[in-house]
């Protein structure tokens, strides 16, 4: 194998050349050919002065994060960093496509820093649980002052290069060719019989008790429960009053501290199962068909969210209406989602105009569907009508066209099985609004083809969605998993638990809000339609919100009527204690005298529910792995990312603790407490659902 980090002399000036694909990670081989590398030009008579760069997409995207949570391996990061920065000639980092992580701080251990336009400079490091551990809550404060660093550090929002030279991090844009910037860059320096510029020979920062405490008030709100984003912010306080040898052996404790936290493991849990959850192998290597028209049929909330998506991301949109007035009423509703994107400033008002003009087609006649090369319908959830729909989409779409369905549980087997080409079709499940969230549940049924699957998975790229598999089930994985841990709520409450009460635990342990808020914001209708929906088919035992039926019969919606769980004024509710009459009556009529649960019981109970059913999920296949139910929950339903997702929670808790929860739930209520197989077998060979993740 080629070593990943070469040294080679051009006239006067060393080249050192990282290559480590895809990323150029810092892994152990990187580091120790740095130090190698330096030492090479250190010992080179004829070189004067030395260029850092990476091959590929971007100069360093971080330490190799696999490595974390191994024994570490010398040479450990801070000490190539400082190995730089002793050099006794001038480096120079040459940054292209990105510098992050461990790849901003070898930068900042180079003693000029030129960066491409273009180029994202960041430390990122809180967003994987951690803090800067290689000089970078120590350097960037030197060179951009306190308040710069500690928001850039806690933030973990990279800078662009114009950010970056007026705030002092990098000397130099550069805006040809990489390598050709550089070399003249080093020229100019050479001529200039420029020094080494260590950094740690730099003052100190200024202390800034104004922004120390401006950004501990941001970090409350921003980083709620987040427990490195504030050891950062103190690491980088410590610039102050420490020089860089003591301030780095700080910065290391606070970096061993949080390495060692399970918020670390959550969020590098997350960050690796994202990547993992569109690599299937029924669709490696297969070729997805095109997708540059799409259509969509049905132009409210739902429709008019997934055109506006399409469009957003390049697309040309054919969007049927039944009649001109709401064909009309769903352009209406797509250019308000677009004025809304240029108001946030991610569309200009050109490209706005250019995309109505342009990129949209409304119609009422199907027939203008007939280029369309893949077609989303968004109509009511009713299998007639959906049925119907799609006998129409089997009349004019070209062959080959893929065929959609946005439903949120029907059997897509069924709508399928209904046309002349059920290899064509699949579910694409979006999230409301569609042009916002980032799931996307791609529903593959037993006759999709995998060029279709691939199709599906392709287009979720484009739209910049994050995209799960799943398969045919009433509510598929995430609706599924979520009405079975809201029926542990409900239970929870007959019982004697307050909706607030729960509210307030799960708040507590991440869910930026409750069950019940949420269901005040998604509107109290849809529950009790779905309740209706489910009336006949309901197991007796099953607990009937009815209190929530009475909420709906009082036209108390939620957050659109001003009025559901809570009472709105603005987006902010207070409890309405007419809720908890409702439920004092639901329980009287059930015989049941309430009793109290902490904070803690509600939490294992919800968590417990949720947790049996996604095994259940995993187990049935209507989720292939762990992973899937982990990043459907985290991207669709308000999971904390820090604990990394339902399942991956689930295994740090210890499955056996877990299963013995669920254990002890079913001694009082054994129609809803059922121990599902898949825990059970993974408890008692004390394994974790990480391990099915393998692969
Ligand atoms: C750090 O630096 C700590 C130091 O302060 C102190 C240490 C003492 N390591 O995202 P992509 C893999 S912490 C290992 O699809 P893109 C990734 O899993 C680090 N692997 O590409 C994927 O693998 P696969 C701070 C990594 O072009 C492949 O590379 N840095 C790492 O869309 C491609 O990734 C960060 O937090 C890594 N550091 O985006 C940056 N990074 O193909 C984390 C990526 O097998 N990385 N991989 O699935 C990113 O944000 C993006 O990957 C990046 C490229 C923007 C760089």
């Not at 050919?33 to 004067?48: K, L, N, P, R, V």
């Not at 120390?212 to 709620?224: D, E, N, P, Q, V």
């Not at 769903?330 to 200009?348: C, E």
């Not at 599906?456 to 995209?467: I, Y």
Request: net charge negative.
């Amino acid at each position: 194998m080629t070593h990943p980090v070469t040294y080679e002399r051009e006239g006067r000036i060393g080249l050192i050349r990282i290559e480590n694909g895809p990323v150029n990670a810092l892994g152990h081989a990187v580091r120790a050919g740095i130090t190698a590398a330096i030492d090479a030009f250190a010992a080179d008579a004829e070189a004067g002065i030395a260029v850092v760069y990476g091959v590929g997409r971007l100069f360093i995207g971080g330490a190799d994060i696999s490595e974390f949570g191994k024994p570490p391996q010398d040479p450990w990061l801070p000490e190539v960093v400082n190995h730089i920065e002793a050099c006794p000639k001038p480096v120079i980092a040459a940054i292209h496509g990105a510098a992050l992580g461990g790849g901003l701080e070898v930068a900042l251990g180079c003693h000029y820093r030129l960066a491409m336009q273009g180029t994202k400079l960041g430390l990122p490091e809180v967003t994987l649980g951690i803090l800067p551990g290689a000089g970078g809550t120590q350097r960037t404060p030197r060179l951009t002052g306190l308040a710069t660093a500690m928001e850039m550090i806690s933030s973990g929002v990279p800078v662009t290069p114009d950010d970056a030279l007026s705030s002092g991090l990098i000397d130099r844009i550069g805006t040809g060719d990489l390598l050709a910037d550089a070399k003249g860059y080093a020229t100019e320096l050479l001529d200039q019989n420029a020094p080494v510029r260590p950094v740690s020979a730099m003052p100190r920062p200024a202390p800034d008790a104004g922004a120390s405490a401006a950004i501990r008030a941001t970090l409350a709100k921003r980083a709620k429960g987040l427990v490195s984003p504030l050891a950062a912010v103190e690491a980088v306080e410590a610039s102050c009053s420490t020089d860089l040898t003591e301030g780095l052996a700080f910065e290391r404790a606070r970096f061993n501290e949080v390495l060692d936290t399970p918020q670390r493991e959550g969020l590098i849990h997350a960050f690796f199962i994202e990547r993992k959850v569109a690599r299937l192998p029924e669709i490696d290597g297969v070729a997805p068909r095109s997708f540059a028209r799409i259509g969509v049929i049905g132009g409210g909330t739902m429709g008019a969210g997934i055109a506006t998506a399409a469009l957003l991301r390049g697309l040309a949109v054919t969007l049927i209406e039944r009649d001109a007035a709401a064909a009309d009423k769903a352009r209406a509703t797509i250019d308000g989602n677009l004025a809304a994107a240029v108001k946030r400033g991610k569309l200009s008002e050109d490209k706005r105009a250019a995309i109505l003009s342009d990129a949209l087609i409304t119609a009422t006649d199907y027939a203008a569907l007939s280029d369309a090369d893949l077609v989303i319908e968004a109509v009511f959830e009713n299998m007639d009508v959906k049925k119907q729909v799609f006998a129409e989409l089997d009349r004019v779409c070209k062959p080959g066209a893929v065929l959609a369905t946005n439903t949120s549980y029907l059997d897509i087997n069924e709508i399928a099985a209904s046309i002349s080409r059920p290899a064509d079709v699949i579910g694409l499940h979006f999230f409301s609004p569609a042009h916002v969230m980032k799931l996307l549940e791609v529903v593959v049924a037993d006759k999709t083809a995998s060029d279709v699957t691939a199709t599906a998975f392709a287009l979720a790229k484009t739209l910049g969605k994050v995209a799960v598999r799943a398969g045919v089930c009433d509510g598929f994985i995430g609706n599924r998993i979520l009405s079975h841990y809201r029926a542990a709520a409900d239970r929870m409450v007959l019982a004697g638990a307050s909706p607030f009460e729960i509210d307030d635990a799960l708040t507590d342990f991440g869910f930026a809000m409750g069950p019940y808020a949420v269901a005040d914001l998604a509107g109290l209708d849809i529950g009790y339609m779905t309740r209706q929906r489910k009336a006949t088919t309901r197991d007796p035992q099953e607990v009937v919100p009815t209190w929530a039926d009475e909420l709906y019969h009082l036209g108390r919606l939620g957050q659109k009527t001003g009025r559901g769980y809570y009472i709105y004024e603005g987006r902010q509710g207070t409890p309405d204690p007419e809720v908890e009459d409702l439920i004092t009556k639901a329980r009287m009529e059930a015989g049941i005298a309430p009793r109290a649960f902490t904070k803690d019981e509600i939490v294992r109970r919800y968590m417990a529910a949720m947790v049996n059913e996604s095994a259940r999920v995993v187990e049935e296949g209507i989720a292939q792995r762990p992973l899937d139910v982990d990043v459907t929950l985290l991207s669709g339903y308000g999971f904390p990312r820090y604990r990394g997702g339902p399942l991956k929670w689930a295994d740090m808790q210890g499955l056996r603790a877990l299963l013995a929860d669920i254990e002890s739930y079913a001694q009082d209520d054994p129609f809803f407490w059922k121990p599902a197989p898949l825990l059970t077998r993974l408890a008692a060979e004390e394994q974790t659902f990480d391990s099915l993740n393998a692969g």
